[in-house]
């Protein structure tokens, strides 16, 4: 795969194999974009791409020149207020109120490699090349830094902004994006991942239309109602054909993703920091960086999209020990107990776990302070002795001593009202003086925009860390902010605070993970709240949902799958009645759904019946068995609604793995076939003592079981049926298709 930056004749050339983005400098000294999408050969000369057009209304740059007008050109990194009346990539104020400026250029550099962002979750690697581009307005004195990331296999551009202020006044951004896209038409229709607690990240498309339209947070995460991530794809465009554009911003904070549908129908997409509520004052010789985001180009379908973001996010944004790992399969008891344990109930359940081959146990809420529900302890991270009167460090030796590695769940950025940590410390929770405070599931958000607050916090989790041998820790985030205000920041900078929030809550990551590196992170925020690529940069996993039902896993994990690699996806088995929605499905499904992401289970084993504990065995033999395949393999989606299946395929194209799984049963139905994708069409696959070549399989499909036929077991009718293979609702099958 070749990676090249190539600039001549003022333009600027980023392509790979797959992928080609052109920028041209604009005789005004701005930056006009002239293309993104698939490869284009390169070329010396482009400006047969450049479309200037005027209109007799617009304003002009060049007094006499109709045809060059900032109101319909497409631009890399617009402003407002000269000419183009578009939502602007960026806004900044100066001393004498003015929000007019002039970025022109001034220079580039192309090199080898790239630098990480400081303070900031950011790609990485030796396979990418770095552009970047220095505009400047000497009228206020602004320097801003336009970032460019190709690597060299993955059709995506990776883009950040740097402002930098170089003035001996101070400047006030009031909007900072991550990059802009103008495209030429709008002849798309936008997905986006949307929902709540307990059903995140939902598939929603609709077509784009004239103006404009966009998801964000303004909760100070980056949500569960909307995920920092969009598509757009051509109305024709399917899971394994067409043009498909994604883009996601890697960021947990508040986010803004925009698409504007102007009057000549180009389509700009904005993504970056939501600028309501944010604004930052820029102090002489201070720099301001942006996240990054990434731009991913498709046209071979939502799936070759989706997996561009998973190799990126798996090869060149994960950390650690696990990120090129598959995960250790694991127990945790919330669901299994809640608050009501203690050490001998815990270890029961984690002798049960072993003996069924499971290899971490998890301790979740409730080991700390005086925790015996939700209202209670929350940033008193010291032992609950009554319930473990052996501390953390006696209960986890007592779990190695059995074989299982042992790990911790943490509330890091909350506190209770009662606690000794608000007692001494009630300023440390965000409050807006001489404001009622809402409280939310019991609990205060810690103000991790004070170096103090994240001291306090790193050394108290340390104390505990330290004292024990922890291979896993979960960090949660139950509750939004509200009555955003910081006692450390001046009047004029509160609307700093959402973006120095997570900044705080990176550098405990960062500082934990410094001193930690062998501790495997598992994000997780009320479930599914702030799983974005932002956090996989410290946490390489994350809880999907708290909802635990096999069918709302399947959206759930459908839809995640659109941007997030399976590795990624905490998966596990619970009880029946399932605890959010109180549905029965069978075991079989519910791992059958498991299996695709990081596996585990949230149950006490010790209450189900010999029989389905001997299943559970069966089930985690058949996970390690093909753990990496799954985990690590290329990953399609191939049908959703009542039916859903998925397939994994692993590199080398020698093992597939089809997950199809029904919701509701109907009578007499058609048969149901699928066709597989990814295999090699002249490889022989044996799938249940039947073998079939790729391209049978991905050309003819795989027939799937059969449902009720009508057909009785005898010519005598006794109001028996032969319901066929796949009986009932809530059914699933695993096919694993191996080369023979």
């Known amino acids: 795969m070749i990676t090249v930056i190539q600039f001549s004749n003022n333009t600027f050339h980023i392509y790979n194999d797959d992928v080609s983005y052109i920028i041209k400098i604009l005789k005004n000294n701005h930056l006009g974009q002239l293309y993104f999408g698939k490869k284009i050969r390169h070329r010396d000369d482009f400006d047969h791409l450049l479309v200037e057009k005027g209109t007799s209304l617009a304003p002009c740059v060049f007094k006499g020149d109709l045809d060059f007008s900032l109101e319909v050109l497409k631009q890399e990194y617009p402003s407002y207020g000269t000419g183009d009346y578009r939502d602007p990539a960026y806004q900044v104020v100066a001393d004498n109120g ?4 002039d970025l022109v250029y001034k220079s580039h550099i192309i090199k080898n490699g790239k630098d990480a962002i400081t303070g900031l979750p950011s790609t990485y690697g030796n396979n990418v090349e770095t552009l970047e581009i220095t505009l400047q307005d000497d009228v206020i004195g602004l320097k801003v830094l336009l970032r460019y990331h190709v690597f060299s296999d993955i059709a995506a551009i990776v883009r950040s902004t740097a402002f930098i202020n170089i003035s001996t006044k101070p400047l006030r951004i009031e909007r900072a994006m991550s990059a802009s896209l103008d495209l030429y038409d709008s002849n798309f229709e936008m997905i986006t991942l949307d929902g709540a607690w307990a059903r995140e990240r939902h598939i929603s498309t609709r077509k784009i239309t004239s103006g404009i339209q966009s998801v964000a947070s ?20 399917t899971e394994t054909a067409g043009e498909a554009y994604g883009f996601t911003l890697i960021y947990s904070g508040n986010f803004l993703a925009q698409v504007e549908v102007d009057a000549y129908d180009v389509t700009r997409v904005l993504m970056g920091i939501n600028p309501f509520e944010f604004n930052w004052t820029l102090l002489a010789g201070e720099k301001f960086d942006t996240p990054e985001a990434v731009l991913v180009y498709s046209d071979s379908g939502l799936n070759k999209m989706s997996q561009n973001f998973h190799n990126l996010f798996r090869n060149n944004l994960m950390r650690g020990k696990y990120k090129q790992k598959s995960r250790p399969i694991l127990i945790n008891n919330w669901e299994a107990t809640y608050f009501d344990f203690n050490e001998e109930s815990i270890l029961k359940i984690a002798a049960t776990a072993k003996a069924a081959g499971i290899e971490l146990f998890v301790l979740d809420d409730g080991w700390f302070g005086k925790r015996d529900n939700d209202s209670t302890s929350l940033g008193d991270w010291s032992v609950y002795l009554e319930k473990l009167p052996n501390g953390i460090k006696g209960l986890s030796e007592k779990i190695n001593a059995m074989g299982l590695d042992f790990g911790l769940w943490f509330e890091p950025e909350m506190v209770n009202e009662i606690s000794e940590l608000y007692a001494t410390h009630p300023d440390y929770a965000i409050a807006t003086p001489n404001r009622k405070s809402s409280y939310g599931r019991n609990q205060y958000v810690l103000d991790f925009s004070r170096t103090e607050v994240v001291d306090c916090i790193f050394n108290k989790m340390c104390e505990i860390i330290d004292t024990a041998n922890i291979a896993y820790i979960k960090w949660d985030m139950n509750r939004n902010i509200t009555e955003a205000f910081s006692h450390s920041l001046t009047a004029a900078c509160q609307k700093e605070f959402f973006h120095r929030y997570i900044l705080g809550v990176y550098s405990l990551y960062d500082r934990l993970i410094a001193r930690f590196p062998e501790i495997l992170f598992e994000s997780c925020a009320s479930g599914g709240a702030r799983f974005d690529a932002g956090m996989l940069y410290y946490a390489p996993q994350a809880w999907a ?7 709302e896993r399947l959206h759930i994990q459908y839809g995640t799958s659109m941007l997030y690699p399976i590795v990624s996806m905490g998966s596990h088995v619970a009880a029946v009645p399932n605890h959010q929605v109180d549905r029965v499905t069978s075991l079989k499904m519910r791992a059958d759904v498991a299996y695709f992401g990081t596996f585990g289970y949230e149950l006490d084993l010790n209450k189900i019946s010999a029989a389905e504990l001997e299943q559970v065995k069966e089930q985690i033999t058949f996970f390690k068995k093909y753990q990496d395949v799954i985990q690590l393999g290329d990953f399609y989606r191939l049908s959703q609604g009542n039916f859903y299946c998925w397939l994994v395929v692993s590199a080398d194209k020698s093992t597939a793995i089809l997950g199809y799984y029904k919701i509701l049963a109907s009578p007499n139905p058609s048969i149901k076939k699928i066709n597989l994708v990814g295999l090699n069409s002249a490889t022989e696959y044996s799938c249940n003592n039947k073998n079939y070549y790729g391209d049978e399989l991905m050309n003819v499909g795989m027939i799937l079981e059969t449902e009720f036929t009508g057909l ?16 009932g609702d809530f059914t699933s099958q695993i096919y694993v298709f191996e080369a023979i």
């Open 545 to 551: 949902s708290d909802n635990t039902d096999a069918v």
């Open 712 to 727: 009785t077991q005898s010519d005598n009718f006794e109001g028996k049926y032969t319901s066929g293979t796949d009986k």
């Open 218 to 237: 303004s909760r100070g995460a980056s949500s569960a109602m909307h995920n920092p991530f969009i598509a757009l794809k051509r109305p024709q465009t």
């Open 98 to 101: 003015s929000s007019i400026t």
